[in-house]
């Protein structure tokens, strides 16, 4: 089976019980099987997005959209992220509730739902863990976002297990909380990466301040290296910077190794390289607060 088709069997299986988990908890009243119905939105969420980046990336850029669709799956992880957050937040506040007045829960309901819910974690899991190998962040990120929720299943088993025996009915909303910190952890994680991202922030795998150094000490003619603006689309880090050098007998020759240096030590495969032979003016090579040129790369 190819990738994109275990994707998107995971994608099914996962939606199909997070719906089943939901209306079971709702009408068991298990606030447990609410928190992993959340839980498991988080997995639908990250198994859409991994399914959009891959069609999304398949597009062509045109000419009004130089770099295709790719900003569009950070905008949709952006909104299920605060679509999660306020879940999270309900279902603590119901728990809460739950404490104070206890509510009648049918264990046996809840015990059945939340073993075919653990089936369908596991079969999710293992599609994925199919491709493990591959290098895709999103299909890795899945994978994680469904081995979380497999402990969720577990607690809400638990959770069952508790109550049939000892009757003893406050383990639902103690649990539903526990699965909620899961949800919560995951959910404003999403938040801050997609947020870091829409607001074109440097990837966190990178240090500009490290890698000026580097650059200087591996090749020989590169005297200062300013003016970096360092982002990310999609998958995609992209660059510009301006490099001060010593003027070299092959201008070309210079700035394919200093392509292929980035490529090759940075994994960035689309940089623009304005190169220069004197130190550029302070006002020239700093973006001040309100400064009205705008650079082309921000129209995107």
Request: proline share 3%; charged share 15%.
């Amino acid at each position: 089976m190819s990738a994109h088709r275990r994707l998107l069997a995971a994608f099914i299986i996962t939606a199909l019980f997070m719906l089943v988990e939901a209306v079971g908890g709702w009408l068991s009243g298990s606030l447990a099987l609410l928190a992993d119905a959340g839980h498991m939105l988080t997995d639908t969420a990250a198994l859409l997005m991994a399914l959009l980046a891959a069609s999304f990336t398949a597009n062509r850029p045109n000419s009004r959209h130089t770099f295709g669709y790719l900003r569009l799956t950070t905008l949709a992880t952006f909104l299920n992220a605060l679509a999660l957050l306020f879940i999270t937040v309900m279902i603590v506040l119901e728990a809460v509730h739950c404490f104070l007045v206890p509510q009648p829960i049918a264990d046996w309901s809840m015990m059945s739902i939340a073993v075919a819910g653990l089936v369908a974690n596991i079969v999710s899991f293992w599609l994925l863990h199919g491709n493990s190998g591959e290098k895709n962040i999103n299909l890795r990120a899945a994978a994680l976002h469904i081995w979380g929720d497999l402990l969720g299943s577990v607690g809400a088993i638990i959770a069952a297990l508790v109550i049939l025996y000892t009757g003893w009915l406050p383990i639902d909303p103690l649990l539903s909380i526990l699965v909620s910190c899961l949800v919560l952890r995951s959910g404003w994680r999403l938040l801050c990466e997609s947020l870091h991202e829409l607001l074109e922030g440097t990837p966190q795998q990178f240090n500009i301040q490290k890698l000026k150094r580097e650059m200087t000490r591996n090749i020989p003619e590169v005297r200062n290296i300013h003016h970096i603006h360092l982002w990310q689309v999609g998958e995609r880090p992209l660059m510009t910077l301006h490099v001060q050098v010593i003027l070299p007998r092959d201008h070309d020759g210079l700035l394919h190794r200093i392509q292929d240096y980035l490529l090759e030590h940075y994994h960035i495969q689309h940089a623009t390289i304005q190169m220069e032979y004197q130190l550029c003016e302070e006002d020239h090579c700093v973006i001040h607060q309100g400064a009205v040129n705008l650079h082309a790369h921000h129209n995107h």
